[in-house]
């Protein structure tokens, strides 16, 4: 069954830094990799996607993220961090294989210092 | 174009008691997603529907849940006899497939479950 595995359930930078979220995927996942992000108390919004078009996707807000099959990851970054970067982030892959779904990440919270 | 919307974002209610969420998905999207997240968690696949009809039910959905979407365009989800572990948050999703590939998801807000 499709999977992903998010490392690291907290992840702490200070403001201005390089942000790493890192997100794997099973090895039977079709190319199309999501990332999404939660504000407190607010439902998921698309932050990227990848679709096979490009390995270096970009997306919202400054995120990209690089899709390395040799490596099963698709690792999202910011170069530099913004407090109001400060959310939870969730990596999620679709089922192909038990229905139409999506199936998510444990998801990475995100804390900006000043 | 006004994005999904759900109703009520924040509920609270005593273990026993029957509760009923409502989302409205953008307009024209066929499909219709449920997802639950507890805390700590990322979203749990629950069911979907393409127009009226549900077409998958995942095996969290116990028999106190249920589904609808009468005229394929809002849902409702109801809880009979909740019990504290439906304390969640439960989010709705919608997509189109006249549009796009159905995984390409639009989420809404969300409704906060508390159970006391």
């Known amino acids: 069954a499709q999977s992903v595995t998010q490392l690291g359930s907290h992840v702490s930078v200070s403001e201005g830094a390089l942000v790493l979220l890192r997100c794997n995927y099973s090895?039977?996942?079709?190319?199309?990799l999501f990332w999404y992000v939660q504000y407190p108390n607010q439902g998921l919004q698309l932050l990227l996607k990848?679709?096979?078009?490009?390995?270096l996707v970009k997306g919202i807000n400054g995120f990209e993220a690089e899709f390395k099959k040799s490596e099963t990851s698709f690792h999202l970054t910011k170069p530099s961090a913004h407090m109001s970067d400060a959310a939870e982030y969730f990596c999620?892959?679709?089922?192909?294989?038990?229905?139409?779904?999506?199936?998510f990440g444990a998801g990475t919270i995100l804390r900006v210092k000043s | 174009d006004t994005g999904v919307s759900q109703d009520p974002r924040h509920k609270i209610t005593k273990r026993g008691q029957n509760v009923t969420f409502r989302c409205d998905p953008i307009?024209?999207?066929?499909?219709l997603y449920w997802y639950r997240q507890t805390l700590g968690q990322g979203p749990e696949f629950l069911t979907y529907f393409q127009n009226e009809a549900q077409l998958e039910k995942s095996r969290l959905l116990s028999d106190r849940f249920s589904a609808e979407r009468p005229k394929g365009s809002f849902s409702t989800l109801e809880i009979q006899r909740t019990e504290q572990g439906d304390s969640a948050m439960y989010l709705c999703a919608s997509s189109s497939l006249a549009v796009g590939p159905w995984y390409e998801q639009y989420f809404g807000p969300g409704t906060r479950l508390t159970v006391t």
């Open positions: 307009s024209e999207h066929n499909r």
């Open positions: 090895s039977s996942v079709p190319p199309y």
């Open positions: 999620a892959v679709p089922s192909f294989t038990y229905g139409n779904k999506l199936v």
């Open positions: 990848y679709t096979s078009a490009a390995t």
